[in-house]
């Protein structure tokens, strides 16, 4: 336990990165009781397109919405997206490549074939490709994304089922009787939980970022639901009369994003320092 | 090597086979599907016009068939006809894929220029003020929403200062080109530099270097030797992969500078529903991309001599 501490001190990525996550895990939390207005209903034209000052912080949208306000509320769609997606795709990816790994055989050959199809097709491409059937829409995001990414959590995890498998305490488990999924889940799971948790922050970061491009091209979350890429999509027509509309929703997607990084290398640092990023969204 | 290379143009077919099958189920079994669609997006309520409509279409025919007919014609150069222009698809995506190459090369161009350097010189200065600031600058090169740093640039260098346009082709000049390119480039960038580094770190740590040093070579002679051309290898099949990185955030970046490229178009045909056109654009998008690899590893043959490729 003091051996884990020490670790962490030692990295100002994991510390800033738990920082910044530990921020907006609050603000998506609290947002009722954080934010001064509410993000959709105190809309009031007259205060339209006002520069950041008191009392509109972040200053206000075209339709007199306080942004400050929308930011903090665009914190729930994100963390939302974030971890939904992400545990959709962790399931799949550890699912197929604990039984790949383990079974191998023609099983093996056939998810690794997909996934390295999988790799080959841009992750957003693919995004868009699901969008184009479900149609546009928060709960289609979640399935676009959560279907998209898991290639990364796949290979990782038969990588590992293929080192430990021929350990001894899983050769102790299998003279003891034990069956082949009791075997994987009770024995190797647990044992290379630490890379797939590497991968599963990075994969945050990564959805979130998707998110936000999706609804910045008008396909994720639709308006007036705050989401911080959903606020940048019009904000291009405005940017001559009224800039701060692009500022602060980005500001806060790139901290978030940062904020998720750096804690996946930090963890990466402490967890398996062997393995390298590969691709990315 | 011959044979290598013609294996590995072979193994380009079936890829792009299953691609195109998964592609095409995607986007014609879901619930949606296409012939669906676009009756929809026609208000056609007629049934007998639906009829016509899926005679015309090809769509009264079971999925398999439709699914050959369809590869039949990809074998010539067909990529179909859009539902609601009735334009040829090809002709559509050829007009486009320029504009994204362009985009997309000059913005690698970027990456490798900046990204490989600063990742070299950053693992040498390993614990230096260089090294923490290139890697702070790439962490957050790598986490900034493109289409964010997008509108900034257009803020600052077309509505600020007027240096350049905001958006728009123009007639293909290189001022047009700067601010996408650049804002494409960022993320690339930032993960070549990390790549990079990564690479020099682990060359460094190798035994040969070791060798080398105790050998009493010099550091310059032995970076310019040994370090660049073992981490050359291993940056080189990173950066092909990654490629499609770059070839997916074109589409926001088009998108975002009104730029006629592939992505936009492919964005566009989402909008109104034309499955054809989705489906010709992301099948030549993710061709491009697999051809970008191809290109990568026929090319890492010939600069790494350690492999055997019979």
């Known amino acids: ?194 890379p797939i948790l590497v991968v599963a922050t990075l994969g945050v970061a990564d959805a979130i970022l998707l998110e936000a491009a999706l609804s910045f091209l008008g396909l994720g979350t639709q308006p007036p639901t705050p989401s911080w890429g959903g606020m940048l999509s019009s904000a291009r027509e405005q940017l001559f009369t009224a800039p701060w509309i692009s500022i602060f929703p980005g500001l806060a997607i790139f901290i978030t994003v940062l904020g998720l990084n750096l804690f996946g290398d930090g963890l990466r640092d402490i967890l398996d320092p062997h393995t390298t990023r590969s691709g990315k969204a | 090597m011959f044979a290598y290379a013609v294996r590995r143009i072979l193994q380009f077919i079936p890829t792009i086979l299953a691609i195109s099958l998964i592609m095409f189920m995607l986007l014609n079994v879901l619930p949606g599907n296409a012939a669906m669609m676009a009756m929809d997006s026609r208000k056609a309520k007629d049934p007998e016009m639906i009829e016509q409509l899926k005679k015309r279409w090809g769509l009264d025919k079971p999925l398999y068939v439709r699914y050959l007919l369809y590869l039949k014609d990809l074998a010539h150069g067909d990529l179909g006809r859009s539902f609601i222009r009735g334009d040829e698809v090809g002709a559509l995506v050829a007009a486009r894929i320029w504009p994204t190459l362009k985009l997309a090369f000059t913005a690698m161009a970027i990456a490798v220029i900046l990204g490989i350097p600063l990742g070299f010189f950053s693992a040498l200065k390993q614990g230096t003020w260089l ?144 499955i054809p056109v989705t489906q010709g654009c992301i099948l030549v998008i993710i061709s491009v991309f697999l051809l970008v690899n191809l290109a990568v590893d026929l090319l890492y043959a010939f600069v790494d001599p350690r492999i055997e490729y019979s």
Request: aromatic residues 10%.
């Open chain 2, 131 to 274: 090294d923490t600031a290139s890697m702070v600058g790439a962490v957050s090169g790598v986490s900034v929403p493109q289409f964010w740093l997008g509108l900034l640039l257009m803020y600052f260098f077309a509505v600020q200062f007027r240096l350049l346009p905001p958006s728009g082709y123009g007639d293909g000049d290189i001022a047009h080109l700067i601010l996408p390119s650049v804002t494409l480039g960022v993320g690339y960038t930032a993960l070549l530099a990390r790549t990079t580094r990564a690479a020099v770190i682990e060359v460094l740590n190798t035994d040969y270097i070791r060798t080398a040093r105790a050998k009493g070579l010099s550091e310059l002679l032995i970076n310019r030797k040994h370090v660049l051309r073992n981490t050359l290898i291993l940056v080189m099949t990173t950066a092909g992969l990654q490629f499609g990185f770059l070839i997916g955030q074109t589409v926001i970046v088009e998108k975002l500078f009104s730029w006629p490229g592939l992505g936009s178009l492919l964005v566009d045909s989402i909008f109104m529903r034309d």
């Open chain 1, 1 to 194: 336990m003091k051996n884990l501490i020490r670790k962490i001190k030692g990295r100002t990525n994991l510390m800033i990165g738990g920082i910044i996550a530990a921020i907006v895990v609050v603000m998506a939390v609290f947002a009722p009781f954080l934010a001064p207005y509410h993000p959709v209903n105190d809309a009031n034209l007259m205060f339209s397109e006002e520069p950041p000052g008191d009392p509109f912080w972040m200053g206000t949208d075209q339709q007199g919405r306080d942004i400050l306000s929308r930011v903090i509320y665009g914190a729930r769609i994100s963390l939302a997206v974030g971890l939904i997606c992400q545990i959709l795709n962790t399931s799949i990816g550890v699912i197929l490549g604990l039984t790949a790994g383990f079974f191998g055989k023609w099983w093996d050959d056939l998810v690794m074939g997909l996934t390295n199809i999988m790799l080959s097709i841009p992750p957003l491409i693919f995004a868009l490709a699901i969008m184009a059937i479900l149609g546009p829409g928060l709960v289609n995001v979640f399935l676009a994304l959560g279907l998209t990414n898991w290639s990364f959590s796949c290979r990782i995890t038969r990588s590992q089922v293929l080192f430990t498998r021929g350990l001894d305490y899983v050769k102790a488990a299998k003279a003891l009787g034990y069956g082949r999924i009791r075997i994987m889940f009770t024995q190797i799971l647990p044992n290379i939980v630490g």
